[in-house]
């Protein structure tokens, strides 16, 4: 799901929403999101997750084509932990989707 498919779900779930108005929100809640996460803040949404930023130690890695070694400095990326209820909601319509179709008796 992309941004635009967001906003046209938004808009089509809530009549009274223009397209604009959709566009807006989901603008809004990802830019309030993103500066929360650039600030270090953790966020947490009860049954789908939170999102926080994890620290990556530098560390020493290797040129894959010379052999060399390279110093790779520390980093701050993002990271999404997914919550027990989305956990459990995937897993279940993975497993769906694995079980083979049942033979008509």
């Known amino acids: 799901m992309t941004r635009s498919d967001l906003v046209e779900e938004l808009a089509s779930r809530f009549s009274q929403l223009t397209h604009r108005d959709a566009e807006y929100a989901v603008k809004t809640i990802l830019d309030a999101m ?5 600030r270090g803040h953790r966020i947490e949404i009860r049954g789908f997750g939170s999102f926080s930023v994890n620290r990556r130690s530098p560390r020493i890695g290797r040129n894959p084509r010379s052999g060399a070694s390279v110093a790779i400095p520390e980093k701050r990326v993002p990271h999404f932990k997914p919550g027990k209820a ?20």
Not at 34 to 38: K, T
Not at 86 to 105: C, F, G, N, T, Y
């Open 34 to 38: 993103g500066d929360a996460m650039v």
């Open 86 to 105: 989305l956990r459990e909601a995937v897993e279940a319509s993975s497993d769906a989707a694995l079980q083979p179709p049942k033979a008509a008796i």
